[in-house]
T-cell receptor, first 112, second 114 residues
Framework: EPEVTQTPSHQVTQMGQEVILRCVPI?????FYWYRQILGQKVEFLVS????????KSEIFDDQFSVERPDGSNFTLKIRSTKLEDSAMYFC??????????FGQGTRLTVV | GQQLNQSPQSMFIQEGEDVSMNCTSS?????WLWYKQDPGEGPVLLIA?????ELTSNGRLTAQFGITRKDSFLNISASIPSDVGIYFC??????????????FGTGTRLTIIP
């Protein structure tokens, strides 16, 4: 069964450093998302991406965040200067026009 | 923003028991979804509901889309050990797929006592 793949599974970074979280969505999917889940809390929407541009973003997705689909297969989330409160699980999701979103297994980001 | 409140927050049940959890919203959704999340994993879709009043089953799971479009419930019958996990409801404003964010509920943690 096709799946959304995320790498790395766990990333530890120092505060102030840049991180790039990578996702390979399901190959024929057209809509891409990043969600965040702080430990023990609910899943929160960050950003949606369609046709090579951001469709919608939440208030969490400030100027420190950016997304890119550099090569037609990868979908990345960059955090320019990480803060302690960025520590969370980050989930990528994708869908095609006639399905619900499939979620990846997540990247656990720990900022120290 | 929109809030989805789930209850109960946690449940401790014995294997074989039935489980019921619900989700209420401060505003209307046009689509309700139920996801299960295992530790260290991403959410996995269990049931999708697209019409007010709709009752849908997936094996031992049954979910309903409330008539007011502000609530939904999920029932699990005859629970088994692999049902352990966190269950999230999620709502979407548009009935169409794509390009539309999900608002997640606060989650219900299910634990099965041996």
């Amino acid at each position: 069964e096709p799946e959304v793949t995320q790498t790395p599974s766990h990333q530890v970074t120092q505060m102030g450093q840049e991180v790039i979280l990578r996702c390979v969505p399901i190959s024929n999917h057209l809509y891409f998302y990043w969600y965040r889940q702080i430990l023990g809390q609910k899943v929160e929407f960050l950003v949606s991406f369609y046709n090579n541009e951001i469709s919608e973003k939440s208030e969490i997705f400030d100027d420190q965040f950016s997304v890119e689909r550099p090569d037609g297969s990868n979908f990345t989330l960059k955090i320019r200067s990480t803060k302690l409160e960025d520590s969370a699980m980050y989930f990528c999701a994708s869908l095609i026009s006639n399905t619900e979103a499939f979620f990846g297994q997540g990247t656990r980001l720990t900022v120290v | 923003g929109q809030q989805l409140n789930q209850s109960p927050q946690s449940m401790f049940i014995q294997e074989g028991e039935d489980v019921s959890m619900n989700c209420t919203s401060s505003s209307i959704f046009n689509t309700w979804l139920w996801y299960k999340q295992d530790p260290g994993e991403g959410p996995v879709l269990l049931i999708a509901l697209y019409k007010a009043g709709e009752l849908t089953s997936n094996g031992r799971l049954t979910a309903q889309f409330g008539i007011t479009r502000k609530d939904s419930f999920l029932n699990i019958s005859a629970s088994i050990p692999s049902d352990v996990g966190i269950y999230f409801c999620a709502g979407r404003n548009e009935a169409n797929f794509g390009n539309e964010k999900l608002t997640f509920g606060t989650g219900t943690r299910l634990t099965i006592i041996p």
